[in-house]
């Protein structure tokens, strides 16, 4: 039961104040009275009566400034005031109203008008306070969601940029709220030193575009850093998020795999615009395709992982770019489009400042800020431009046998199928010695085991490999084979034994491929850069020693490592 | 915005009308056009004739309608797609799960 309405009536004659208060009071309404203005806004301030009738004319302070005060002392809330006047002139009637008034009465009083009048003043005074309410809720409700999204934020931020979208051969262009659109941009350094890049949009805006960001960025993470491949990676966001998203939640995406090595970039485009390779060199500008529907919308039975190779050289640069780029509107409505993004591509001499220019022509073409805008460019540098990246491992604290040795046989079925890559690593890296090589471990075993499969098992020549087409060749050829295999067998032997106060590990890899020429396969390797190659040279200098059977079906490499130093803090703890 | 839907005389087949643009604010009409009818059609016809614009939160209602449709079982044409509309269509290569035409 709300309390009743509260008028306080001003009045400094004494028989009217009487006659008002009867009328008012009759009404069912509590009723304050005062004799003068002074006597009014001190009532006001302590009772806090509803509505006023006012007096206009009455001594020690008038109407006119009594009502003034109590406006103020009102502040936000709506106090309604109904001056009482005889003053007739519209002069004297307006400055009522500019005083803040709200209404007036003229003397002597009808009973029905000033009971309408009151009641309508109340009604005014009811909307306001809802409309202050409703204001106050809003407002807390917004400042509550601010504070979510800046959390999130946060806590995205931790995830999302754990990674080396800071490396040099990488510029990039996103908005600081771009978790918020539903844009996602992450980079992370392989083992073996290549490099993943994802460029991701989600559908729609806000939190439902936001939510599924976190979960793909650990996959993405998470896998990368234990040597799964490209299409490995691709295959598990696919399935997670088709897990955990509502139908009709997807994401679009171009994922990148960079081999500073094999000198190789492997893209999948499912569902973005058109991206683009660009030649150093020739200046020649290939387009990425969308090839895929996003991900998060098929069955893992139906994902097609299937990704172009491309052939890479050193200063060859990749632009990745969200529909927020092209559909860039000016103040005329008008989209960027993608002739005049590739408008800029033509018009561009220096090859290095062409994300400069791409960032220029928007801004100018959008006039003012709307920013929904991603962009990357990811160059292909000398490896040794590049920081050295330490891998992520969990560590149970506990150290690890070492000595022991232990074989796999990968079979056809197997090799078809399956990366034996991150298991092996996995394994190897439980030996704390090990770890800092990580990286290097895991290129000589990708290495080796990439010539045991294509060359030994498959039987592909890597001379194929001398031209961009022949290498584009050589992929086709390497898919149609492993399609089909149907025998032969690669197998890893590990050994790991203790050497002094260090230790040694040998590592075998023998294929069933009919073998080769050893020696001539070292003088050729010794004598000319080819596009193939590459990788035994690569392995020759990562490990320690390194050596063929002479019937070249099998290769032993070794990494030994003096006695561990224990680092300073754990021979603290050990005292 | 205004999504409008037809049955077939026989009831087999609805078709769904699109005007203007297609994107997140037609979401609850989308749906209303084919959840309230009283018919249960077989196959379902989105005539894009009238649509200006589409984007990627209409891709994620035309999954929600096909997954009504019954998922992989969907028979769910797209007509009269403008170039730009089918340019978009194709980046996401929906192709793959609706007949375009």
């Given at each position: 039961m709300?309390?009743?309405?509260?008028?306080?009536?001003?009045?400094?004659s004494?028989a009217?104040r009487?006659l008002?208060?009867t009328?008012?009071?009759?009404?069912?309404?509590?009723v304050?009275?005062?004799g003068?203005g002074?006597?009014?806004?001190?009532?006001?301030?302590?009772?806090?009566?509803?509505?006023?009738?006012?007096?206009?004319?009455?001594?020690?302070?008038?109407?006119f400034?009594?009502?003034?005060?109590?406006?103020q002392?009102?502040?936000?809330?709506?106090?309604?005031?109904?001056f009482?006047?005889?003053?007739?002139e519209?002069?004297?009637?307006?400055q009522?109203?500019?005083?803040?008034g709200?209404?007036f009465?003229?003397?002597?009083?009808?009973?029905?008008?000033?009971?309408?009048k009151i009641?309508?003043?109340?009604?005014?005074?009811?909307?306001q306070?809802?409309?202050l309410?409703?204001?106050?809720l809003?407002?807390?409700?917004?400042?509550?969601?601010?504070?979510e999204?800046?959390?999130?934020k946060?806590?995205?931020?931790k995830?999302?940029?754990?990674?080396?979208?800071?490396?040099?051969n990488?510029?990039?262009?996103q908005?600081p709220y771009?978790?918020?659109?539903?844009?996602?941009?992450?980079?992370a350094?392989?083992?073996?030193?290549?490099?993943?890049?994802?460029l991701?949009?989600?559908?729609?805006?806000?939190?439902?575009?936001?939510?599924?960001?976190?979960?793909?960025?650990?996959?993405f993470?998470?896998?990368t850093?234990?040597?799964?491949?490209l299409?490995?990676?691709?295959?598990?966001?696919?399935?997670k998020?088709?897990?955990?998203?509502?139908?009709g939640?997807?994401c679009?995406?171009?994922?990148?795999?960079?081999?500073?090595q094999r000198?190789?970039?492997?893209?999948?485009?499912?569902?973005?615009p058109?991206?683009?390779?660009?030649r150093?060199g020739?200046?020649?500008?290939?387009?990425?395709?969308?090839r895929?529907?996003?991900?998060?919308?098929?069955?893992?039975s139906?994902?097609?992982?299937r990704?172009?190779?491309?052939p890479?050289?050193?200063?060859?640069?990749?632009f990745l770019?969200?529909d927020?780029?092209l559909?860039?509107c000016?103040?005329?409505g008008?989209?960027?489009?993608?002739?005049?993004?590739?408008?800029?591509?033509?018009?561009?001499?220096?090859?290095?400042?062409?994300?400069g220019?791409?960032?220029?022509?928007?801004?100018a073409?959008?006039?003012?800020?709307?920013?929904?805008v991603s962009?990357?460019e990811v160059?292909?540098?000398?490896?040794?431009?590049?920081p050295?990246?330490?891998?992520?491992?969990?560590?149970s604290?506990?150290?690890f046998?070492?000595?022991?040795?232990?074989?796999?046989?990968?079979?056809?079925?197997?090799?078809?199928?399956?990366?034996?890559l991150?298991?092996?690593?996995?394994?190897?890296?439980?030996?704390?010695?090990?770890?800092?090589?990580g990286?290097?471990?895991?290129?000589?075993?990708a290495?080796?085991?990439?010539?045991a499969?294509?060359?030994?098992?498959?039987?592909?020549?890597?001379s194929?490999?001398?031209?961009a087409?022949g290498?584009?060749?050589?992929?086709?050829?390497?898919r149609?084979?492993?399609a089909?295999?149907?025998?032969?067998?690669?197998?890893?032997?590990?050994?790991?034994?203790?050497?002094?106060?260090?230790?040694?590990?040998?590592?075998?890899?023998?294929?069933?491929?009919?073998?080769?020429d050893?020696?001539?396969?070292?003088?050729?390797?010794?004598?000319?850069e080819?596009?193939?190659?590459?990788?035994?040279?690569?392995?020759?200098?990562?490990?320690?020693r390194?050596?063929?059977?002479?019937?070249g079906?099998?290769?032993?490499?070794?990494?030994s490592?003096?006695?561990?130093?224990?680092?300073?803090?754990?021979?603290?703890?050990?005292? | 915005?205004a999504?409008?839907?037809?049955?077939?005389?026989?009831?087999?087949?609805?078709?769904?009308?699109?005007?203007?643009?297609?994107d997140?604010?037609?979401?609850?009409?989308?749906?209303?056009?084919?959840e309230?009818?009283?018919v249960?059609?077989?196959?379902?016809?989105?005539?894009?004739?009238?649509?200006?614009?589409?984007?990627?939160?209409?891709?994620?209602m035309?999954?929600?309608?096909?997954?009504?449709?019954?998922g992989?079982?969907?028979?769910i044409?797209?007509?009269?797609?403008?170039?730009?509309?089918r340019?978009i269509?194709?980046?996401?290569?929906?192709?793959?799960?609706?007949?375009?035409?």
């Amino acid at each position: 039961m709300p309390s009743p309405l509260c008028i306080l009536i001003a009045e400094d004659s004494p028989a009217d104040r009487m006659l008002l208060a009867t009328i008012v009071g009759r009404q069912g309404y509590r009723v304050l009275t005062a004799g003068n203005g002074l006597e009014a806004i001190m009532i006001f301030a302590r009772e806090r009566p509803h509505m006023v009738l006012m007096d206009a004319l009455m001594p020690l302070m008038d109407g006119f400034e009594a009502a003034r005060r109590i406006k103020q002392m009102a502040g936000e809330e709506l106090v309604p005031i109904i001056f009482l006047t005889s003053l007739t002139e519209s002069e004297a009637l307006a400055q009522c109203l500019d005083a803040g008034g709200d209404d007036f009465l003229a003397k002597p009083y009808n009973r029905v008008i000033l009971d309408a009048k009151i009641k309508a003043m109340d009604r005014l005074r009811r909307l306001q306070a809802t409309v202050l309410e409703q204001r106050d809720l809003i407002a807390r409700h917004n400042e509550h969601l601010l504070n979510e999204q800046r959390v999130a934020k946060a806590v995205f931020d931790k995830v999302a940029h754990s990674g080396c979208l800071d490396a040099p051969n990488i510029r990039y262009l996103q908005s600081p709220y771009a978790l918020f659109n539903g844009d996602l941009m992450l980079a992370a350094f392989k083992p073996s030193g290549g490099m993943h890049v994802l460029l991701g949009d989600f559908t729609g805006h806000g939190l439902p575009a936001a939510i599924g960001a976190m979960p793909l960025a650990e996959v993405f993470y998470g896998m990368t850093a234990k040597g799964y491949s490209l299409a490995e990676i691709l295959r598990e966001m696919n399935a997670k998020l088709k897990r955990i998203l509502p139908v009709g939640v997807f994401c679009c995406a171009v994922m990148l795999n960079l081999s500073f090595q094999r000198r190789v970039v492997e893209v999948w485009n499912g569902g973005l615009p058109d991206g683009y390779l660009r030649r150093l060199g020739s200046g020649e500008r290939i387009p990425l395709r969308s090839r895929h529907l996003p991900l998060g919308i098929l069955d893992s039975s139906c994902f097609d992982d299937r990704y172009e190779i491309y052939p890479m050289e050193t200063g060859d640069r990749i632009f990745l770019l969200s529909d927020g780029v092209l559909e860039t509107c000016n103040l005329g409505g008008e989209c960027f489009g993608e002739e005049r993004l590739l408008g800029v591509f033509a018009a561009n001499c220096q090859p290095d400042l062409l994300f400069g220019e791409i960032q220029q022509a928007l801004s100018a073409f959008r006039g003012e800020a709307q920013d929904d805008v991603s962009l990357i460019e990811v160059s292909l540098m000398e490896q040794g431009q590049l920081p050295h990246s330490p891998l992520i491992f969990s560590d149970s604290g506990q150290d690890f046998p070492l000595d022991w040795s232990v074989g796999f046989e990968f079979r056809a079925e197997t090799l078809k199928h399956f990366n034996p890559l991150p298991y092996l690593l996995q394994l190897l890296l439980e030996v704390q010695e090990l770890r800092l090589r990580g990286s290097v471990l895991y290129t000589v075993l990708a290495e080796l085991y990439s010539n045991a499969l294509e060359h030994g098992v498959m039987g592909l020549d890597s001379s194929l490999k001398r031209d961009a087409q022949g290498f584009a060749e050589y992929y086709r050829e390497r898919r149609a084979r492993l399609a089909n295999l149907c025998d032969g067998y690669v197998r890893f032997h590990l050994d790991l034994r203790p050497e002094g106060a260090g230790g040694r590990l040998s590592i075998r890899v023998e294929d069933s491929g009919p073998g080769f020429d050893v020696q001539r396969m070292l003088e050729r390797h010794a004598s000319t850069e080819h596009l193939s190659g590459r990788g035994l040279k690569l392995v020759r200098q990562l490990a320690d020693r390194c050596s063929w059977a002479p019937d070249g079906r099998s290769v032993c490499v070794e990494f030994s490592w003096p006695a561990r130093h224990n680092p300073p803090d754990c021979q603290l703890a050990q005292e | 915005m205004a999504i409008t839907s037809q049955p077939s005389a026989d009831g087999q087949e609805l078709t769904i009308f699109i005007q203007g643009r297609f994107d997140f604010g037609a979401h609850q009409e989308f749906r209303d056009a084919y959840e309230r009818v009283n018919v249960t059609p077989k196959r379902y016809v989105v005539d894009l004739q009238g649509a200006t614009y589409l984007d990627s939160s209409a891709l994620g209602m035309l999954l929600l309608l096909r997954d009504h449709a019954g998922g992989e079982r969907a028979q769910i044409r797209l007509i009269h797609c403008s170039p730009d509309v089918r340019k978009i269509l194709s980046i996401s290569n929906f192709e793959q799960l609706f007949h375009i035409a």
